[in-house]
């Protein structure tokens, strides 16, 4: 049996925000496990750390030593790279679609100015 929000008439948008918290807590989830188990520090301060390293902000403090630092480090970009890959996936074919009318109304109105031109020249050789 399918889930009834995967069956609702906004479903791609539905499973494409679906897929982009999945990847956003598989990530926060491996952060804050990483972090505390490195660090030693409590659960909510890993989680903490981990999410502001994950949205850009900065540590609010350094890990305390090598292994932690490099883990941090490389869940630095796998958590910023993730985030963006998210808003991808819920915004992409928004602005896809965006771009595509953006697109076709640029050439209209280029078409336009040269129907203009050519219609002056006409009108300049009579």
């Given at each position: 049996?399918?889930?009834?929000?995967?069956?609702?008439?906004?479903?791609?948008?539905?499973?494409?925000?679906?897929?982009?918290?999945?990847?956003?807590?598989v990530?926060?989830?491996?952060?804050?496990?990483g972090?505390?188990?490195?660090?030693?520090?409590s659960?909510?301060d890993?989680?903490?750390?981990?999410?502001?390293?994950?949205?850009?902000?900065?540590?609010?403090?350094?890990?305390?030593?090598f292994?932690?630092?490099?883990?941090?480090?490389i869940?630095?970009?796998?958590s910023?790279?993730?985030?963006?890959t998210?808003?991808?996936?819920?915004?992409?074919?928004?602005l896809?679609y965006?771009?595509?009318?953006?697109?076709?109304?640029?050439?209209?109105?280029?078409?336009k100015?040269?129907?203009?031109?050519?219609?002056?020249?006409?009108?300049?050789?009579?």
């Amino acid at each position: 049996m399918k889930s009834r929000i995967l069956n609702h008439p906004l479903s791609p948008i539905g499973r494409r925000g679906l897929y982009a918290l999945t990847a956003i807590l598989v990530v926060m989830i491996v952060g804050t496990v990483g972090t505390e188990y490195l660090t030693g520090w409590s659960w909510i301060d890993s989680f903490y750390f981990m999410s502001m390293v994950a949205t850009a902000q900065g540590p609010p403090n350094s890990p305390p030593n090598f292994w932690s630092k490099i883990f941090i480090a490389i869940m630095a970009f796998v958590s910023i790279g993730t985030l963006i890959t998210a808003a991808g996936i819920l915004f992409g074919p928004f602005l896809g679609y965006a771009f595509h009318k953006g697109v076709h109304f640029a050439e209209e109105q280029e078409l336009k100015i040269e129907r203009k031109k050519q219609d002056t020249k006409s009108d300049a050789v009579y």
